[in-house]
């Protein structure tokens, strides 16, 4: 009986510490699976997180981006067809051309808010109906050519701010880089020893709004190009419409002369 007791407190000891170890074997893998999971946290930084270590320059950066966004979706809104070249109204309008209703060609075209129809509204009453052979189409060309200089200039305009937008968020991603450096050197400057886990917050920074100005700059020059194309496109495709109209009232007016010019046969 002694023996059995002077046993039971090693025995109590070596349980005690089994289970205290089969508990560790139990929870370690959680507790490894929770420390990958914050060092893989700090390797790969939320994109919240590189704004934040971006610095003061990324508040310009974050305008720039925003102004951005709304040009392009307010230029490509404002650039479709059914604005410039409306199916409709150019069906409508060559119907009365092609009877050569230049009147009823010029209500039609007053009545519409789109780029042709106010170009036709301004062009057409140029047609001189004493010369039947051209019907004054010079001076209907000069007309739409100088309602198209008109117009491009608010249109590029809009587009323009997209070229300033690509100019400018370089520059200012550039000044972040040289603030970022600033700070660097500045606290090398005052350290005994080099450590680079101080520099790494500025060098961050300096990397971070570089970084930023070139997805900023880099979408917003092409979409530059993309809409000032795209303008440039829908203003020849309301040229084209224009002239083919004017075409048509001259065909009907010069049907008889060309039919003529035409030979039946030839002279024995």
Known sequence: MRFLRLQSGPCKTLIAFGAILLLALLTAPELFAQDAQLVEDAKNPTVWDMIQEGGWAMVPLGLCSLVMVALVIYNFIQLTRSKFVPAELQSQVMEFMSGCKVRSAIEVSSSSPSFLGRMLATAL????????????REHVEDAMADFTIRENRSYMTMIGYLSVIAQIAPMMGLMGTVSGMIGAFNKLRNLQSPDASVLAGNISEALITTLSGLCIAIPAIISFFILRNRLNR??????????????????TLNADQQLAKVPEGLAS
């Not at 009453?125 to 004054?136: I, M, N, S, W, Y």
């Not at 829908?234 to 065909?251: I, K, P, Q, R, T």
Request: no cysteine; charged share 25%; aromatic share 0%.
């Open 125 to 136: 009453p140029k047609v001189d109906a004493t010369d039947p052979e051209t019907l004054g």
């Open 234 to 251: 829908l203003v020849a495709e309301a040229h084209e419409a224009a002239s083919e109209m004017v075409d048509a009232s001259l065909n």
